[in-house]
């Protein structure tokens, strides 16, 4: 006699995935994915986008809004023209981040495999690893500690627009106990310093200026 089980089973595994993570987009509003929610791609133009603690989600894009993902989330990559970008700690990035005019942030233990990019806009990492690049223009950018950079570090020139408004340079630190692989090039002029205890690729168009400590002098 065959057993009871046996034909549910079957219709089970045959059937297709009700609970396959779902795309979500929209032109006018914000976007919220629940905390410990699956989701696919998520994209808005004119929206913020909210990544609860522990959830799951494909990449995510807004055009004008900022993205703030929680703690222990899995997503893509992160981009938006305006806005910053926030991901929280023992985060996991399959992608890269990108916003044109706004900063990001991201906490400890967190991964990124792509690269970060921006144009007017602070970054901050603290104990996280990058797998690509860092590309920006005219925001600051700590390195923070225990993180590492497997690609390289890059400013490029400013718009002769942007120096009309005579902001100061921007800063760069990288902290203690912080990795570049790569070279840290700077095609403008930058106040740049760098950890007793870190460690980078060979630094072009700026002088590194050595501390201790846990934050550089003034």
Request: hydrophobic content about 40%.
């Amino acid at each position: 006699m065959r057993p009871a089980f046996v034909l549910p089973l079957a219709l089970v595994l045959s059937a297709p995935a009700a609970f396959a993570a779902e795309d979500i987009e929209k032109v006018n509003g914000s976007i919220t994915v629940e905390p410990g929610q699956q989701a696919g791609k998520l994209e808005t133009v004119n929206g913020s986008i909210k990544i609860g603690a522990g959830a799951r989600a494909g990449d995510a894009e807004t055009v004008n809004g900022s993205i703030n993902a929680a703690e222990n989330v899995q997503v893509g990559g992160l981009e938006t023209v305006n806005g910053s970008i926030r991901v929280g700690e023992k985060s996991r990035l399959d992608g890269g981040l990108q916003t044109v005019n706004g900063g990001v942030f991201v906490d400890r233990d967190g991964e990124v495999r792509g690269s970060i990019e921006t144009v007017n806009g602070a970054i901050g990492l603290v104990d996280t690893d990058v797998g690509g690049d860092i590309t920006t223009v005219n925001g600051d950018l700590t390195v923070g500690v225990n993180s590492h950079v497997k690609g390289r570090i890059r400013y490029t020139k400013p718009s002769q627009s942007w120096f009309s408004f005579n902001r100061r340079d921007p800063k760069v630190i990288i902290g203690p106990n912080a990795v570049v692989d790569g070279p840290l090039v700077f095609e403008r002029k930058v106040t740049l310093y760098v950890h007793s205890t870190a460690k980078t690729g060979a630094i072009s168009g700026a002088t590194a200026v050595r501390y201790d400590g846990a934050l550089p002098p003034e």
